[in-house]
């Protein structure tokens, strides 16, 4: 299926899940604004993509000024915004509310819900005019507690903002749906996760959901891993 040259703006666009979903989007017809802090990776996936498929702009989600920028250069190249994946988040360091290091928290509520709500308010109004899509990514630890974290908090957040904004935009034509995976294998984590999801499966269930005909509103999907095969006797 090819979605005939819509542009996908991708945050947290350099590795992992959103460079998986970068990758996934090309093939089936998208034009893609890939952002993120690192911009020798996201010229290195342009470079792969192709220039006339791909923009890399530079970006710190956190500060609004630089999503207003990055929304405005999205406009200068490609003249629209179809599609919005809100996916640049962040973790912690371990030790839960009695132990872990505070400024982690500043951190991650700076990127995983002030950075979403920085991107929804930077396109929205050029989403609705083209009665897009607005993918965020949450987690499962946005829908079941997790003691202790922090991280797990900021998901819950994000999981009311896809409520919220569901609510906020209904009747215009615009499609919101709440990613929630369990754990990928991605450069998240320090060390390998071997029975964990790749980002690839991530980015299927991210194009599934943008590629759905208008009447179709795909609300939530949550991607879990499948549990590891019991060894039998």
Not at 69 to 81: F, N, P, T, W
Not at 156 to 178: F, H, P
Not at 193 to 209: F, Q, S, T
């Amino acid at each position: 299926m090819s979605e005939n040259g819509k542009v996908l703006l991708i945050t947290g666009a350099s590795s992992g899940i959103g460079a998986a979903t970068a990758r996934a989007a090309a093939e089936h017809g998208y034009r893609l604004a890939l952002c993120a802090r690192s911009e020798d990776k996201l010229e290195a996936l342009v470079s792969e993509i192709g220039s006339e498929r791909a923009l890399a702009l530079r970006c710190d989600v956190t500060d609004y000024t630089d999503q207003q920028r990055m929304a405005a250069a999205v406009l200068e190249h490609y003249g629209r915004i179809d599609a919005v994946f809100a996916n640049a988040g962040t973790g912690g360091g371990p030790g839960g509310f009695s132990g872990a290091p505070v400024g982690s928290w500043r951190t991650m509520v700076e990127v995983n819900i002030l950075g979403v709500a920085h991107t929804l308010r930077a396109t929205l109004e050029q989403v609705k005019k083209r009665r897009g899509h607005i993918v965020l990514t949450g987690s499962v630890a946005g829908r079941r507690t997790l003691a202790g974290s922090m991280y797990s908090a900021t998901k819950w957040a994000v999981s009311a903002i896809g409520y919220g904004l569901r609510e906020e935009i209904k009747g215009s034509g615009v499609r919101v749906t709440l990613l929630e995976p369990g754990m990928v294998d991605t450069p998240f984590f320090d060390e390998p996760k071997p029975d964990a999801l790749k980002a690839e499966d991530i980015a299927r269930a991210v194009v599934y959901a943008l590629t759905q005909p208008a009447h179709v509103d795909v609300h939530e999907l949550m991607v879990l891993p499948t549990p590891p095969r019991e060894e039998s006797d």
